[in-house]
């Protein structure tokens, strides 16, 4: 006897149909994650304190010998609070800054697959590509609240401890405040945006392997060797296309009469490096064995 | 629920296979895609000619002779190829002079074609400014924050103002430090096509997407280093836009480059001209006297007749002609200067006939030079600098690169020229 | 991994069985379209897989090689957090729905807490509650009861036993006998990538017919092996004091009606011919038994 006949058949549910506003539900489960996540939180409050430290430290030594002294733009701090914003910016450029966003992106893809968890999002079902842009977007939204973690952090601290001034830019010529602030925040933008690339090698990075701490790593070790190669001279003609060639361009919203042509340079190459990075992932992604 | 004998599933294997290879293919032609919006561009200016229409030499030298001082602003990248050896200029992180002795920088310009003028050399995160105000100039460095300040003294203002009302072109005092432009690079080259040289116009060009002529400067002597110096000249404006010059030892790239990458003929904003120094700036001031000679013409000319009219500082002789020239400076004790005494430093002459290129090497030595405990490269151990840059010989120690050769003999003399090391080493016997 | 078509009816409780490393877990994998097949197709509801993954799996839930969740969302959020990444799925009714599936795996009271805080018997009943989110046409569990103390394994089993209850149809695959035998309806065998049989349990395990073990006195075992053989059972022996012979399997259906000689007309005629009748024995064969002689080899060795 099978059991078969002794069950009434289910009524077939009729096709799934798609619902509206479903792309956003996903991608605001991702960001609740990304954002709740503890060790995320953690790494933006560590990222928080840098401009934190860096203020206090300057306020300390400020009558000191070293006042008014330091690459980039420390030995500006002191004098007006809006540069500890991007003192912060530029000492977290070259390492923290990749290290958190490559641990957010590199974690994305494969801290799924390491926990298991990427077979039952696929069996929900949710389409690979679409899995991926909302993790494209989660990693992304990560990499921006960290930069304004320390860019919020630089502006509070530092109005606290020195004020707020004219600025003072790299030629010399003094702006009012409302165009300093216009300025900086328009660093804090590109910084933004020069994250993005790293964020495609980092997901790209995600989706070869079942260890995040592997692509989490290549994804650092990425900008690194970029900030190497670019230190090279016999490697100049490579140069203009690296990760992180354009990053410090953020200096050029600083000059007197900031160039488009520049700023459109540095993100034209973010812009290539997330095409390239973003179709590798999602190529491997969508073609992928899922086995974890 | 799986059903592998279904005859759907004949034709679905190669169908995925094939699906799964066009996804690779996406990155791939990403690649493409993005190679060919990097690269379009400047295969597009290499191979862009321009329909200007011809134009002989000696009318093209007169037009820029003649052409009125264009107001502009603009980029210029400045290349250098010297083949020295490797300076440890990671020692220097910011905008500064002595950039310009090897590699590449780029500056920024805004001038309105009069007396006002403002160059910028960029570093990456940093700045070095030359503003230039009619009898006044600031030199501003962002990196420590330090403004100099270069003035005229009371009487040599009002002959300066004078001068200015002439409506000849005011000189501005002297900067330590300058920066130079295409423009005055390229002034230089054609005052001094005149001599030992051949003047010819190539094919027509494009310098910072203008057409273009170049003037090819060639010097008739066999013995400099200098195998030519070409100077592209705006079709439109008659404005120097690049300067090149050739050694003898590469003829794939130049040795030097300045020229501009991006040029907008119209007059810059007021802010770009002018200069109040920034609040909390360190501040020096310096004035500078007015040369008893002051129309740039009559310079030029001084210059070119070169040697023997009693314009040398004593102990100074100049050998040779033209192209070939040697300056020997007597007298000078290089070493000690190094480590010690600055101010012997000013009296140590341009070389005369390649004014572009030694007047940027004195600039730089006065750069090595701490002026006041406080030179702009506090760092760098000039006597090290000095060690690195030169190699021993038999004489004493010689600084060769593509287009100079310097010469400090054991005891004190100084050869100077745009000629090969083995000249100057017979020079000083 | 080989022609496979496992034949689900609905409603079924379908064991999968086969040893570790036999190709269960590869197949399901297929199944659900988390691994392409290197050559060939595979069809899960009469769709193409993964192609038709969108269509086919909002009617699917899947407890795929233990259960996976975000270590730091609580049983009830990872919830939410999966059916927010279904397209077809209501968010209006996910409250009710979430709470439902937690309530029928007993999960009711721990929803809140953080799901590495579970037990290993919790975290397997939100793996099933993860499954029954939603109406499914079909459940396919892997290895329900991996890992899980004898309670778990018990109170899982009830589960299945349950759900197939109220009409559901259960993929269940296992490397365990004794879960297949006490669960499923039907039963599939794998190894080696091979189905090598299926069809409902009670047929599988008759299908090689029965063995009859007659038990009598000593001085009795010539007589009852020849009233043995002469009601037509077949390799009738004495062995160790007892008479042994096979009844094989004749007709279509399943159970005594299929097979040569009823076991019954046996003792009735030993009874008849007056021996006395010590023990009477009907040995089926176990799914062990049927494995090995399907494959010629031991369940747990096969690799």
Not at chain 3, 227 to 252: E, F, I, K
């Amino acid at each position: 006897m099978s059991p078969a006949d002794s069950h009434a058949p289910l009524p077939a549910p009729a096709e799934p149909a798609r619902r509206r506003g479903a792309f956003a539900r996903t991608v605001r489960a991702e960001l609740r994650l990304v954002l709740g996540r503890r060790r995320n939180v953690v790494l933006l409050i560590g990222l928080a304190l840098v401009p934190l430290l860096l203020g206090v430290v300057l306020y300390v030594t400020q009558s000191g010998a070293f006042a008014g002294q330091g690459p980039g733009f420390i030995g500006r701090v002191t004098g007006n609070g809006l540069f500890l914003v991007i003192a912060s910016l530029f000492l977290c450029l070259p390492f923290l800054l990749p290290l958190c966003i490559g641990i957010a992106s590199g974690d994305a893809i494969a801290g799924e697959a390491s926990a298991g968890t990427l077979r039952y999002l696929l069996v929900v079902p949710v389409g690979r590509g679409r899995l991926l842009v909302s993790k494209a977007i989660g990693a992304l939204v990560f990499a921006a609240c960290a930069v304004l973690a320390v860019a919020l952090t630089g502006l509070v601290a530092g109005a606290a401890l020195f004020g707020v001034g004219d600025v003072t830019l790299l030629s010399g010529t003094t702006v009012s405040v409302g165009d300093g602030l216009l300025r900086v925040a328009a660093v804090v933008v590109y910084v933004g945006l020069s994250m993005t690339g790293l964020v495609a090698v980092g997901l790209f990075f995600s989706t070869l392997t079942e260890v995040p701490v592997g692509a989490m790593a290549a994804t650092v070790v990425v900008a690194i060797v970029s900030g190497v190669l670019d230190q090279l001279p016999q490697l100049s003609a490579i140069h203009g296309g690296l990760l992180t060639h354009h990053w410090l361009d953020f200096a050029e919203f600083l000059r007197l009469e900031p160039d488009p042509g520049v700023l459109v340079q540095g993100l034209a190459v973010q812009a290539a490096w997330l095409l390239v990075f973003g179709s590798l992932a999602w190529a491997r992604f969508t073609t992928a064995d899922v086995s974890s | 629920m799986s059903d592998d004998n279904a005859p759907a599933a004949t034709g679905a294997p190669a169908r995925r296979v094939h699906s799964s290879r066009a996804r690779w293919a996406v990155p791939g032609i990403a690649a493409v895609a993005v190679a060919a919006a990097f690269g379009t561009p400047a295969l597009i200016a290499t191979a862009s000619s321009s329909d200007a229409p011809d134009v002989t030499a000696a009318e093209l030298v007169a037009r820029v002779a003649d052409a009125e001082p264009q107001a502009l602003s603009g980029t210029a990248v400045y290349t250098a190829r010297l083949g020295l050896p490797e300076i440890p200029l990671s020692d220097v992180s910011g905008a500064d002079p002595i950039n310009l002795l090897g590699g590449s920088s780029t500056m920024r310009v805004w001038t309105d074609g009069q007396d006002r003028s403002r160059v910028a050399l960029l570093g990456a995160t940093s700045e070095y400014s030359v503003v230039a105000d009619g009898p006044e100039a600031w030199t501003y460095s962002s990196e420590d924050d330090a403004v100099v300040h270069y003035t005229l003294d009371p009487a040599d203002r009002a002959r300066y103002d004078e001068l200015a009302q002439d409506a000849s072109a005011g000189r501005a005092p002297d900067v330590a430090g300058d920066l130079p432009t295409p423009q005055e690079a390229a002034q230089q080259v054609l005052d001094l096509a005149r001599q030992d040289a051949t003047v010819a116009v190539g094919a027509p060009t494009t310098v910072a997407g203008r057409d273009a002529y170049p003037v090819v400067v060639t010097p008739t002597s066999e013995t400099t280093l200098v195998a030519r110096v070409v100077v592209s000249v705006d079709s439109e404006t008659s404005t120097p836009l690049r300067v090149q010059v050739w050694s003898r030892d590469d003829a794939d790239v130049p040795a030097l480059e300045l020229g501009f990458t991006d040029v907008t003929f119209a007059p810059p904003s007021d802010t770009a001209l002018e200069f109040s120094a920034p609040p909390g700036a360190s501040e020096r001031d310096v004035v500078v006297p007015l040369p008893p000679e002051p129309t740039p013409e009559e310079l030029a000319d001084a210059e070119a007749a070169g040697a023997g009219d009693g314009a040398l500082p004593p102990g100074t002789t100049v050998t040779g002609t033209g192209w070939d020239t040697v300056v020997e400076t007597a007298g000078v004790d290089v070493v000690d200067l190094l480590a010690a005494d600055p101010s012997s430093v000013a009296d140590l002459p341009p070389g005369v006939q390649e004014r572009l290129e030694s007047q940027g090497a004195q600039d730089l030595y006065e750069e090595f030079v701490p002026q006041d405990g406080s030179g702009p490269v506090p760092e760098l151990d000039a006597s090290t600098l000095y060690e690195q840059l030169t190699t021993e010989v038999p004489q004493g120690r010689l600084l060769s690169s593509a287009l100079l050769s310097v010469l400090v003999t054991d005891d004190g003399r100084v050869l100077a020229g745009a000629v090969p090391a083995d000249v100057l080493i017979d020079r000083a016997g | 991994m080989d022609g496979i078509g496992l034949e689900v009816p609905q409603g079924a409780v379908y064991g999968f069985l086969g040893p570790n490393g036999s190709g269960k877990t590869t197949t399901i994998r297929m199944l659900l379209g988390l691994v392409r097949p290197t050559a060939g197709a595979a069809w899960l509801l009469g769709e193409p897989m993964p192609d038709a993954a969108p269509q086919v799996l909002p009617r699917v839930g899947a407890l795929v090689e233990g259960p996976a969740f975000q270590p730091y969302l609580s049983g009830r959020a990872n919830l939410v957090r999966l059916d927010a990444h279904d397209v077809t799925s209501d968010p209006r009714t996910l409250r009710r729905r979430a709470d439902d599936a937690l309530e029928r795996v007993g999960l009711a009271a721990a929803a809140a807490k953080p799901y590495r805080q579970y037990s290993l018997g919790m975290k397997q009943r939100l793996g099933l509650a993860a499954a029954l989110l939603r109406p499914r046409d079909l459940l396919v569990l892997d290895e329900p009861t991996n890992g899980l103390d004898p309670q778990g394994t018990r109170e899982v089993r009830h589960l299945v036993r349950e759900l197939a209850d109220t009409g559901a149809t259960v993929l269940l695959s296992s490397h365990l006998l004794a879960e297949i035998e006490q669960v499923c309806t039907h039963v599939g065998i794998m190894s080696r990538g091979r189905l090598l049989v299926q069809g409902p349990r009670d047929e599988l395990a008759a299908a090689d017919g029965v063995e009859i073990v007659v038990t009598v006195p000593a001085d009795q075992l010539a007589a009852a092996a020849g009233v043995v053989a002469r009601s037509g059972l077949g390799d009738v022996q004495v062995v160790d004091g007892r008479v042994r012979a096979r009844s094989d399997t004749v007709g279509p259906s399943s159970g005594d009606a299929a097979l040569e000689v009823p076991p019954g007309r046996v003792s009735a005629a030993l009874v008849h011919a007056g021996l006395d009748l010590l023990g009477f024995e009907v040995r089926r064969p176990t799914l062990e038994q049927v494995f090995v002689q399907l494959t010629g080899e031991g369940f747990d060795v096969a690799r």
